[in-house]
């Protein structure tokens, strides 16, 4: 009986490299679209866009640049879902000036951009602190027939976040809740009060999430903590902690941000506390835990308290980096407690050399 060879269609190898998409395979997915040619299959409109995605989706912006352009030069040219694709690996990059020059690209080729476009593009100036241009952006939108969406009031929100533009983010939000926008708004928002040193205004924010019924998530939570730590609100900071962490489930950033403003206050037996409460609410301390907490002990030279934190970094096998020991070694050193620099230095947490020289600093 005569064996029949069944090859692959068209169809058989965009499933497979929309398969490498999902699994951000995008060598894979590059593989087989080279592979097209061996067995004569003339690469469509959705295998191109499905590599682009797998790049996308893996960080590999020149790739996806490189494939955009080979889609140009074919019959159909690139569809929205490649533009978006390729603009988006752009954002993650924080390659903001070929993600602009990709969204006017659309323009001179008669291809019209969307929402996502301008969202990614937007997001793509906030990474790199181009606020101005993000908010340009999202004025001229309506040139291309479009009208800003909640995706495209977030993006720029995150672009006053990273410039501290607090004022401007809160003009923002209210557009933004007129178009759906929620708990996503709201979170930049509130951490762009707070990078701005407005931790009043972020705290009001949450207050107003209530009111308009939206749910805080971790996001908000740790935005609001982190807000009060430039200031120095250590007890407004506890009080987000405890009062909302409980109904979110504040994960260990939650706890790590709370003992930072306890730190940055020289509160240190607040932020011991803190530590020693997470194995109850089911969360593992992790260097950066210990480091908040022993350098808020060095603030306040309580030694011993510092000498057990390490001793409990021991217990728990967590090697202390660099800046857990040079806490510890600060609190020692700050009591003149000389001996336990030895025990330091014998166990490895201190070398000799640091420890003579600290030991000869005092004298």
Not at 332 to 356: D, H, N
């Given at each position: 009986m005569e064996r029949l060879e069944v090859l692959p269609d068209i169809m058989t190898y965009n499933s497979a490299i929309s398969s490498c998409a999902k699994g951000t395979h995008w060598q894979g997915a590059q593989h087989l679209l080279a592979s097209l040619a061996t067995c004569r299959v003339r690469p469509d409109t959705i295998s191109f866009s499905s590599t682009i995605t797998a790049c996308e989706k893996a960080g590999q912006w020149q790739h996806a640049l490189s494939l955009l352009e080979r889609m140009s030069l074919s019959k159909e040219g690139p569809d929205v879902i490649a533009w978006s694709?390729?603009?988006?690996?752009?954002?993650k990059a924080a390659r903001w000036r070929e993600a602009l020059h990709l969204l006017f690209s659309m323009r001179q080729r008669r291809a019209r951009a969307d929402n996502i476009c301008f969202g990614s593009?937007?997001?793509?100036?906030?990474?790199?602190?181009?606020?101005?241009?993000?908010?340009e952006l999202l004025d001229c939108m309506a040139s291309f027939g479009l009208q800003p969406d909640a995706i495209s009031y977030c993006s720029a929100i995150t672009a006053c976040e990273k410039s501290g533009d607090w004022p401007f983010a809160l003009w923002l939000l209210r557009l933004a809740l007129g178009v759906g926008a929620g708990t996503v708004a709201f979170s930049s928002a509130v951490s762009a009060c707070g990078a701005g040193g407005?931790?009043?205004?972020?705290?009001?924010?949450?207050?107003?999430?209530?009111?308009?019924?939206?749910?805080?998530?971790?996001?908000?939570?740790?935005?609001?903590?982190?807000?009060?730590?430039?200031?120095g609100e250590w007890s407004v900071a506890l009080g987000l902690l405890v009062s909302m962490?409980?109904?979110?489930?504040?994960?260990?950033?939650?706890?790590?941000?709370?003992?930072?403003?306890?730190?940055?206050?020289?509160?240190?037996?607040?932020?011991?506390?803190?530590?020693?409460?997470?194995?109850?609410a089911r969360l593992d301390p992790n260097v950066i835990s210990y480091s908040a907490a022993l350098s808020a002990c060095a603030r306040s030279c309580a030694w011993r308290s510092a000498l057990g934190l390490l001793g409990a970094m021991r217990a728990m096998r967590l090697g202390p980096n660099a800046a857990c020991a040079a806490h510890g070694t600060?609190?020692?050193?700050?009591?003149?407690?000389?001996?336990?620099?030895?025990?330091?230095?014998?166990?490895?947490?201190?070398?000799?050399?640091?420890?003579?020289?600290?030991?000869?600093?005092?004298?």
């Open positions: 694709s390729t603009i988006s690996a752009c954002e593009t937007i997001s793509a100036c906030a990474r790199s602190t181009q606020t101005p241009l993000a908010m407005q931790w009043q205004r972020a705290v009001a924010l949450l207050r107003w999430m209530a009111l308009a019924q939206v749910a805080p998530n971790r996001v908000t939570l740790n935005a609001a903590i982190s807000a009060c730590e430039s200031c962490g409980g109904g979110i489930g504040a994960d260990v950033v939650s706890y790590n941000s709370a003992m930072s403003v306890c730190e940055k206050s020289s509160q240190w037996q607040q932020a011991a506390q803190l530590l020693s409460s997470m194995p109850a600060a609190a020692v050193e700050q009591g003149a407690q000389f001996g336990w620099m030895l025990w330091l230095m014998r166990s490895g947490e201190l070398s000799v050399l640091g420890a003579l020289r600290q030991c000869f600093s005092g004298v």
